[in-house]
């Protein structure tokens, strides 16, 4: 059994930082960012709590090694000379899937067979097998060979579906945000359970899932599962106390003020849904509104929004329209602070203020600005 493991949170563009405070908010401190991952050294412990507990994560990977590799036979002798078999049984079930950038081995197809047979060649010498292993798939492992720049990277991937799935999402709309954005978005406020907090253009209800789910303090994969539940080398142990750690951690009392409104009834009716296969019930009022009517009642809020991007050809004007009503809106609430993400260049020249501060994000392939203006808090 290992003790410490080097883990990989892998990260969109733009959030390696918000992965790495989450990785550091749980206790992990032998943290480095790369681009598009977070690498941490932990306890084997760390990979139930990190799969539960990561709301910005794509995925959680172990790494089994990582080494230069100009040829395929230093391909294949530096896979066979990794512990294998200290992950993999003798019958587990391992695909392998590569990709490569930048490398001279830029055969991934190869690659792959390489890595597979160096793999095979390990696990049939350490547990005497002569014949072939049967993978019958009672165990099963994702092998990733990852080459950059004539560095491979050897991973298992512990999470199975992306930790985006968190299994609430029954339904969606034409442009659901990925849940794992939608935590981001929020994790980047100053947001606090006592505070209001809106989406005036809800769709499927994901951000404002995702802010309850963050309210309550409640574990994004605790209704899902894992590609790791069932590893030999993690002990069933480390799953039990995780979970249990969720259910301890989760302030099922922390009372929300969230509201979802979408101008769409079909899209409140599936936020609704989604809403209720979270397990948060009613805690998040959801109304048909369009976003024109919005009055907020209280002070001190907080809008987190994911509005049309006017992209396609004649929904820019309503769009434009759309953005210069929530500026006016919002200019009478001096209190409430409001956060948009959009890919329209002209976002603050319509909503008619300069933004506090911008951060470039990806929704998707879609090259978009976070747009946060900061409220003035009123006591
Ligand atoms: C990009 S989608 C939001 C997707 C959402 N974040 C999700 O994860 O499902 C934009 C939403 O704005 C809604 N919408 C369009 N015009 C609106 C308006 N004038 N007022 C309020 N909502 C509007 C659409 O019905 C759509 O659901």
């Known amino acids: 059994m290992p003790q410490n493991v080097t883990l990989i949170a892998t990260a969109a563009m733009g959030l390696e930082a918000i992965v790495a405070r989450e990785v550091r908010a749980l206790g992990y401190e032998d943290v480095q960012v790369e681009n598009g991952r977070v690498v941490f050294t932990a306890p084997v412990s760390a990979i139930p709590r990190t799969n539960l ?15 230069k590799a100009y040829s395929f036979d ?9 512990p294998w078999e200290t992950f993999i ?4 079930e391992f695909p392998v899937i590569g990709k490569s950038v930048k490398s001279k081995l830029y055969s991934v197809p190869d690659c792959q067979s390489i890595v597979k047979k160096a793999i095979v060649e390990r696990l049939k010498q350490k547990y005497g097998v002569a014949s072939i292993l049967k993978e019958s798939g009672d165990d099963f492992y994702r092998v990733e060979v990852a080459i950059h720049k004539d560095e491979a990277l050897l991973t298992l991937d512990t999470s199975g579906s992306g930790l985006h799935k968190r299994g609430y999402r029954v339904g969606q709309g034409e442009a659901p945000l990925k849940e794992t954005l939608a935590a981001a978005l929020i994790q980047v406020t100053n947001w606090h359970p006592d505070q209001p907090f809106v989406d005036p253009f809800c769709g499927s209800g994901t951000i404002a899932i995702e802010a309850a789910l963050i309210g309550q303090n409640i574990a994004p994969g605790f209704n899902r599962e894992f590609a790791s539940e069932n590893w030999g080398f993690i002990e069933q142990n480390h799953w039990d106390q995780a979970f249990e750690e969720a259910e301890d951690f989760a302030q099922y009392d922390q009372p929300l003020t969230i509201t979802g409104s979408d101008i769409s009834h079909d899209m409140i009716k599936i936020a609704e849904n989604n809403a209720v296969e979270a397990g948060l019930g009613d805690l998040v009022q959801w109304k048909q509104m369009q976003v024109k009517d919005l009055r907020p009642r209280q002070e001190n809020g907080y809008l987190v929004s994911n509005p049309p991007y006017g992209e396609r050809m004649g929904e820019r004007p309503e769009v434009e329209e759309m953005y210069r009503d929530l500026g006016m809106i ?39 600005d976070y747009y946060q203006y900061f409220g003035k808090h009123v006591k």
């Open 74 to 82: 230093e391909l294949f002798e530096k896979t066979k000379a990794l």
């Open 89 to 92: 049984t003798e019958e587990g």
């Open 330 to 368: 919002m200019r009478d609430y001096p209190s409430w602070s409001t956060y948009i993400l959009t890919s329209h260049e002209k976002f603050e020249l319509l909503y008619g203020e300069k933004a506090t501060k911008k951060r470039k994000l990806f929704n998707g392939f879609i090259k978009t």
């Open 53 to 67: 507990w990561l709301r910005t994560a794509d995925r959680v990977k172990l790494v089994v090694g990582r080494f």
